[in-house]
Each structure stands twice: as C-alpha cells, then as structure tokens.
C-alpha cells in the first residue's frame, strides 16, 4: 500500500508561481505512475499531469508550457512546478499513485489564485 500527502498549495496572485509536492511513503517500489489532478469548485475532477517510473510525461492542454512534473527518486517526491497562473487554476490539488493492482491518493491542497 501506499501513503500519499500532498503540499505547497495556498493563495498566490495572477502570474504567480507554487510547487506542490507528493510525498510517498509505504509500498512506494510498486508505483508505476504518478499523476496530479484537480477539482475546482462547480467542476468535475480533471488530470492536470502525470508522469511514469521512466519519465514520460504528460500534460493537459490547459497547463501546457506552464506547469512542470518532476520526481526525486531518493526522496520519494512528486512535484508540480506551476508557473504563470491563472485564477481558473483555483482547484484542490490531488496527487494520485498506480500502481499494477489499485491507485492511492492524497487527502489534496488548496491553490487559490487571485486575479
């Protein structure tokens, strides 16, 4: 099994920047891929990002060229580099983990940005 707790959200201005992380603890060898999604309010739950054990990423259109998805293999750490943001990128934050027999998410974190 594995434990996901997300971090990093909070208030920030129009064309600002934050960087969530995703740490993992427990059964974390198993993981195959790791994804970042969000859930703004009034909106069904979107993927923003994933990334797999080998690096490959993926982004949604509306955060292409502005967010980032990294890992940190010895800390066992998922981030997400947000840049330029927009007030519709107001959402909590949830960091998924698949691996080959369920998923586990985080209890998410608030990204509020103000225009």
């Known amino acids: 099994q594995v434990e996901l707790v997300e971090s990093g959200g909070g208030l920030v201005q129009s064309g600002g920047s934050l960087t969530l992380s995703c740490a993992a603890s427990?059964?974390?060898?198993?993981?195959?891929?790791v994804a970042w999604y969000r859930r703004a309010p009034g909106k069904q739950r979107e993927l923003v990002s994933s990334?797999?054990?080998?690096?490959?990423?993926t982004y949604a259109d509306s955060v292409k060229g502005r967010f980032t998805i990294s890992k940190d293999n010895a800390m066992a750490t998922w981030y997400l580099q947000m840049n330029s943001l927009k007030p519709e990128d107001t959402a909590a934050y949830y960091c998924?983990?698949?691996?080959?027999?369920?998923?586990?998410w985080g209890k998410g974190t608030l990204v509020n940005v103000s225009s």
């Open positions: 990334i797999t054990i080998g690096g490959s990423t």
């Open positions: 998924k983990a698949e691996t080959d027999w369920d998923d586990s």
């Open positions: 427990g059964n974390i060898f198993i993981i195959n891929v």
